[in-house]
Nanobody, 123 residues
């Protein structure tokens, strides 16, 4: 059974940094499309950053240059390093994995999801 467990969320001030973690079990990080998504209150879920199996990444324009996706195979964990946080980054952040290795950047058809970790950025 695949389980993805996020951690690392919290409340920070504008300009500060956070690193989110997504620990996987029953699944090998990097073996298929994986990524981070977020959903703010009253808004639709959106792609934050996606990593394909060849290492290619797709990052939302709103966070490009500030957020970086990475993973540690030894720890079977994916990360989202978030710098220069802004109030508009406030959202529930989810990690997700797909069962495919192609078209990761579409952000659709991700079969496995974590429970989410909340990030609040105050000005």
């Amino acid at each position: 059974q695949v389980q993805l467990v996020e951690s690392g969320g919290g409340s920070v001030q504008s300009g500060e940094s956070l690193t989110l973690s997504c620990a996987a079990s029953g699944y090998t990080v990097g073996s298929s499309c994986m990524g981070w998504f977020r959903q703010a209150p009253g808004k639709e879920r959106e792609v934050v950053s996606i990593r394909a199996t060849d290492g290619a990444t797709t990052t939302a324009e709103s966070v490009k240059g500030r957020f970086t996706i990475s993973h540690d195979i030894a720890k079977n964990t994916m990360y989202l390093h978030m710098n220069s946080l802004k109030p508009e980054d406030t959202a529930m952040y989810y990690c997700a994995a797909a069962t495919r290795t192609l078209l990761c950047e579409t952000g659709s058809g991700y079969a496995y999801w974590g429970q989410g970790t909340h990030v609040t950025v105050s000005s």
